[in-house]
T-cell receptor, first 114, second 113 residues
Framework: DAGVIQSPRHEVTEMGQEVTLRCKPISGHNSLFWYRQTMMRGLELLIYFNNNVPIDDSGMPEDRFSAKMPNASFSTLKIQPSEPRDSAVYFC????????????FGQGTRLTVV | QQQVKQSPQSLIVQKGGISIINCAYENTAFDYFPWYQQFPGKGPALLIAIRPDVSEKKEGRFTISFNKSAKQFSLHIMDSQPGDSATYFCAARRMDSSYKLIFGSGTRLLVRP
């Protein structure tokens, strides 16, 4: 298995532009998590899905952020409009089921908003 | 109550020494405590984990010590090697209705040859 696949690996965009980050979880995994990592705030959980349904989005910083999981093999995190303070590494992680204890992380997308 | 406090922020250890990283939590509903290891440019990966019904768990050179009454747990890396140089995150998770994995702030470990 290739593991959790995220794209792009790096994204540089101008302030005000829309940014879409993509994630393909491990096949068979039913739960998917989006995290944001910054030096100041560490690893923050933004949102997680179980069986493609959003369970908790309380970590989404504001309305500019949205996430979807249209099917079991694909999720997107969208920022519109993007701001410089959104610059961070965004990780996607998946687990076989919510109760499962190990989260498998992708390699992350490094987002820079200039 | 959702926080997990981790210390130190950074740690330098000589090869062969013992690395110790500490974490503390407040929420007694947490009942699963993993440690994740992250190398530069990579996502975090599970290293070792413990549940509060045991006080210690050892896997090779890595040991978790857990103090339920003090609500503290720590990671010990014995015979630290340069290849252990990475960022380590403690975390806590509720295994009831909420499955959020809450991370500590991370410890950057450097093991000098």
């Amino acid at each position: 298995d290739a593991g959790v696949i995220q794209s792009p690996r790096h994204e540089v965009t101008e302030m005000g532009q829309e940014v879409t980050l993509r994630c393909k979880p491990i096949s068979g995994h039913n739960s998917l998590f989006w995290y944001r990592q910054t030096m100041m705030r560490g690893l923050e959980l933004l949102i997680y899905f179980n069986n493609n349904v959003p369970i908790d989005d309380s970590g989404m910083p504001e309305d500019r952020f949205s996430a979807k999981m249209p099917n079991a093999s694909f999720s997107t995190l969208k920022i519109q409009p993007s701001e410089p303070r959104d610059s961070a590494v965004y990780f996607c992680a998946s687990t076989p089921e919510m109760e499962n204890t190990e989260a498998f992380f992708g390699q992350g997308t490094r987002l820079t908003v200039v | 109550q959702q926080q997990v406090k981790q210390s130190p922020q950074s740690l330098i250890v000589q090869k062969g020494g013992i690395s110790i990283i500490n974490c503390a939590y407040e929420n007694t509903a947490f009942d699963y405590f993993p440690w994740y290891q992250q190398f530069p440019g990579k996502g975090p990966a599970l290293l070792i984990a413990i549940r509060p019904d045991v006080s210690e768990k050892k896997e090779g050179r890595f040991t978790i010590s857990f103090n339920k009454s003090a609500k503290q747990f720590s990671l010990h890396i014995m015979d630290s090697q340069p290849g252990d140089s990475a960022t380590y995150f403690c975390a806590a998770r509720r295994m009831d209705s909420s499955y959020k994995l809450i991370f500590g702030s991370g410890t950057r470990l450097l093991v000098r040859p």
